[in-house]
């Protein structure tokens, strides 16, 4: 292969060009700062916060007063008022403001918060929630009516047909239109919001277990949880069971008597007790969540692990992430009891950390500090040893080695190699093998891993990797070369097949590398979204299985290349074939074979045939003792023969078959045929009246 001298512009800015790239780096950094005023400017807040996250579990989302964007909330996170909040499903989240009140929202809930010294206002879009009140009045305003909570513990639904108040503790007022309706404990109230109407009802049960806002924690993927009531012991009542406060839908309705034992996975679950075929609205619910307790897994650095290096060594410790974890603490030490640990806290689940450089093993393990004091877990223990060398090794080269890259296609060269500790290294890339014409150099590479973004022209290379101590690796060697072109052989683009002919279709094509993979696709649509097939070979022909070619039309087939071991598409290359069936051959149903017709009584014939498949049109002829005296073709499956007379007494013979057209080809059936004769017959014979007695004179 030869090799292309590489071509090069020299560029001599004038003072006009200075002048014109000055300007333009200062339009793009102020636009650039607006910008990012725009974004970031709103996340800052400059009043105290009115309270904080206290519990947050899954997805649950904060947009400030003066922003635009939702970010997500975690724990411990400030509250500020005016928040909007929201929930997403099977998600949760509970506020403590400054005066002790607590909010808690259920799944798919959104409020927004307003905050004064003498009274908390809340704006209940949708959803569910539970508030906890303070000394402070609490408002919540839930379209045209409010709720006035004092020193209560309640829980509100607010959906599209109704508002549900469950009052446990305290006093409310439901307001609406100027009209109160006071609110006593142990009371439900609901109000219909398109009749106009209120029902409020006392609690007739006592709820026993789960207590409310019970946490019951395991370690296994359930736990038995026990339910327990007093009621009417005449009444048939029901145990329901949903994941969010609505009951919809309901995971378990099943009748109770007193006490029910059921196995739950770990979530978050509602629970009322009902009289069978009454209101289920009318009755209260408690709320209980079942945790499972999680240790941290340690990822990285691996158990037994050795690092060799002479310098200072920054180890990146990471771990799974927990989600009810505010925050974790990292211990490391030299001995395994951890007498005296090296502490470190995070609020994420890895860290980089500075190790002294001295041969000797190092454990390590995490405590994840969980919302809940219950919560808080700690890791397996795990090892790593550092040892001090005196020399680093040499890099050994992964890729590329001996590999071909497209000129045209290549824009990013990937070189990758292995070090046996971390150092400082530098790559060369050169024309030769000996290295006397390097063409490109990059040295403090950190990594074992480089991409060098330049086009190279064709013709071969030499690479290499040379640690902090000067000691090369091995040379590896690739290639560039032109696009080598991908040519599909058979079939030929819009060849034609039938399925008698061509049971199965191999799919045929070249390429001049080696080292690649071929991807053959079969579709019955040319953008390939639904493919029939699709198959990795390394041969240059495929055999299309005879049970994908089941109908009749277009098929389409694409190759596609790609290097070994990668996502390279080096080229791809498609076309298309059809697949028809033969026309079936039909069969004469009348007349009989040798049927004869009397031209004294008959005067026309109508012959018929079976409709055969796959056939457009029929060719048929007549012969008279052999000769033909009409041909014709038809689209029906009969033809009537009309003036016999004219056609005279014989024998006849009828011959047809059936005909395709496929584009411009012209594919019959065998014949079949009937053979007839047509004669004068007199019915009878011919009776002579005379007299018995004839006289001549």
Known sequence: MTSKAPYYIKFKPSKKDYIFFVIA????????????????????????????????????????QTQ??????????????????????????????????EIALN???????????EETKIDFNYGSLETKTAETNVKVKTGDSEIDLKSAEAKITNTKESVNIQLQQGKAEFIKEGKKEEIKKDEVLIAQKTEDKIVKTKMKLNLIKPLEDERFFTTTKDKVIEFEYQGDPEINYELWVSMNSMFRPTLIKIPIKRIAQIQLKPGTYYWKIVEKNQDHTLFPYRKFVVFQKEK??????KNLEIFKTKTELNINFSWSKLELAKGYELLIDTNPNFTNPKRISTF??????????????????????????????????????????????????????????????????????????????????????????????????????????????????YWRIINEDKIPSDVGTFFVIETPRLTLSFPRNNELFLFEDAKEIPLKWSYELREV????????????????????????????????????GEYFWRVDIRKLNTNDVLDTQSSKFFMYFLPKPTRIIIPKNNETFNLL?????????????????????????????????????????????????????????????????????????????????????????????????
């Open 68 to 101: 635009n964007l939702w970010e997500l909330l975690q724990n411990e996170y400030p509250v500020y008022n005016g928040d909007s909040i929201k929930t997403e499903e099977f998600s949760e989240a509970v506020l403590k403001l400054k005066d002790g009140t």
């Open 348 to 461: 994420v689940n890895n860290v980089n950390v500075p190790i002294d450089v001295q041969t000797q093993t190092y454990y390590w393990k995490v405590i994840a500090l969980g919302v809940l004091e219950e919560l808080t877990e700690t890791s397996d223990v795990q090892s790593f040893q550092i040892q001090e060398l005196e020399k680093f090794k040499p890099a050994k080269l992964i890729s590329p080695l001996n590999e071909y890259f497209l000129h045209t296609k290549t824009k990013n060269y990937v070189f990758k190699w292995w070090v046996d500790s971390p150092n400082k290294q530098t790559i060369q890339i050169a024309k030769d093998s000996k290295f006397n014409e390097i063409l490109f150099e990059q040295s403090n590479i950190t990594v074992s891993t480089f991409d060098v973004k330049r086009e190279f022209p064709t013709g071969t290379y």
């Open 517 to 552: 993979e071929f991807i053959v696709s079969l579709a019955k649509e040319p953008n390939f979204q639904k493919p029939l097939l699709t198959n990795k070979t390394l041969k240059e022909e495929f055999l299309v299985p005879s049970n994908l070619l089941n109908s009749e």
């Open 601 to 697: 009584s008959v005067n026309q014939i109508s012959i018929q045939w079976e409709r055969a498949k796959h056939v457009d049109y029929y060719e048929y002829e007549l012969l008279k003792a052999g000769t033909p005296i009409l041909k014709n073709r038809t689209n029906q499956n009969q033809v009537v023969l009309t003036n016999l007379e004219d056609f005279g007494i014989g024998v006849y013979d009828f011959r047809v078959k059936g005909v395709r057209k496929i584009q411009e080809r012209i594919i019959p059936t065998n014949e079949v045929g009937v053979r007839f004769v047509l004669e004068y017959q007199i019915q009878s014979k011919p009776e002579f009246l005379t007299p018995e007695r004839i006289v001549i004179e």
């Open 296 to 301: 941290p897994q340690l990822f990285t650095p």
């Open 107 to 117: 799944e798919n809930s959104f409020i927004v918060i307003n905050f004064t010294k």
């Open 25 to 64: 780096f200062l339009i793009i950094g102020i636009l650039s700062y607006l910008l990012y005023k725009d974004i970031y400017a709103t996340y800052v807040v400059e009043e105290e916060p009115i309270g904080k996250i206290v519990f947050k579990k899954r997805t649950a989302l904060r947009k400030l």
